[in-house]
């Protein structure tokens, strides 16, 4: 006889709960907020756990409004929540099912082996429709930016590229990478002039000379490998008029777009969007 204890079941459940909320975010192409979404994620865990020890709890109506209460956490006030309500409840009876056929195949109800080689099967079938999904996201239309800081402004129109993971390290914040020029706008003077003179500098070294506000960014693009991006947060990054103070703004070292004709002028990571 197998035996899993509930503190272990519990962990689980939160990890596998996490994951599941995320790929369903990535499906329905809606933002992750890491903090809901662990709320969400232990709020589940705890009703599974309870079912262990009351199984009347393990009731489909039990089951519908527990997973409605994780949603409404994880998303609630999103314009369209039915969509990654939708997908998770999707992938969460993928798992269930695939929970219940290897315990028909001979491995125990709760055991953890059980639950890990779902979990893993669950999350290798939604990278299927993921790859596709980020595909038409990458090709998608360019969005309207408007950043702000300082009380200076400047609009761009952006790509949502799911190819751009870009992220300051320590804040974890998005990256939004524009040209130099446009940037710089949003800077004060003195700032500007600073960045004018270093421009023939390395990220590193441009960054001992600018002094604070800036950070760097590590990235990897076709011939560039283990490249540094020189980059800021301004006050407030608008996008489809949604206020964002989490997003960092990169300095590109090329041109981005398609010169005169471009249809955008800065590329954001694909999950800011």
């Not at 089951?63 to 369209?80: P, Q, V």
């Not at 800081?149 to 990256?175: C, F, I, K, Q």
Request: glycine share 10%; charged share 20%; net charge positive.
């Amino acid at each position: 006889m197998r035996v899993i204890y509930i503190d272990s079941l519990f962990a689980f459940e939160l990890a596998a709960d996490f994951a599941l909320l995320w790929a369903a975010s990535r499906l329905s192409a809606v933002r992750f907020r890491a903090g809901r979404g662990l709320a969400a994620s232990a709020l589940g865990a705890a009703y599974s756990a309870a079912a262990v020890f009351f199984p009347a709890l393990a009731c489909l109506p039990l089951k519908i409004c527990a997973a409605s209460a994780m949603a409404l956490i994880a998303w609630g006030g999103e314009k369209r929540l039915w969509r990654p309500a939708a997908a998770f409840v999707a992938a969460s009876a993928l798992f269930a099912g695939l929970c219940l056929a290897l315990v028909w195949a001979g491995e125990g109800p709760h055991s953890l082996r059980t639950l890990l080689i779902a979990l893993g099967f669950t999350l290798g079938l939604c990278a299927v429709p993921l790859r596709f999904i980020g595909a038409r996201r990458a090709a998608s239309r360019p969005v309207g930016v408007r950043l702000a800081n300082r009380g200076r402004s400047v609009e761009l129109s952006a790509l949502p590229d799911t190819g751009n993971r870009l992220r300051e390290p320590l804040s974890g914040g998005a990256v939004l990478v524009a040209g130099e020029e446009e940037l710089a706008e949003l800077l004060e003077p003195e700032t500007r002039r600073r960045l004018l003179q270093t421009r023939g500098l390395g990220a590193a070294d441009r960054l001992l000379e600018l002094g604070g506000g800036f950070r760097l960014v590590p990235y990897d693009a076709v011939g560039v490998s283990g490249g540094l991006l020189l980059a800021f947060r301004p006050e407030a990054v608008y996008i489809g008029g949604e206020k964002r103070t989490d997003i960092w703004a990169a300095l590109s070292p090329t041109e981005i777009g398609r010169g005169d004709a471009a249809e955008y002028s800065a590329i954001i990571n694909g999950d800011a969007v």
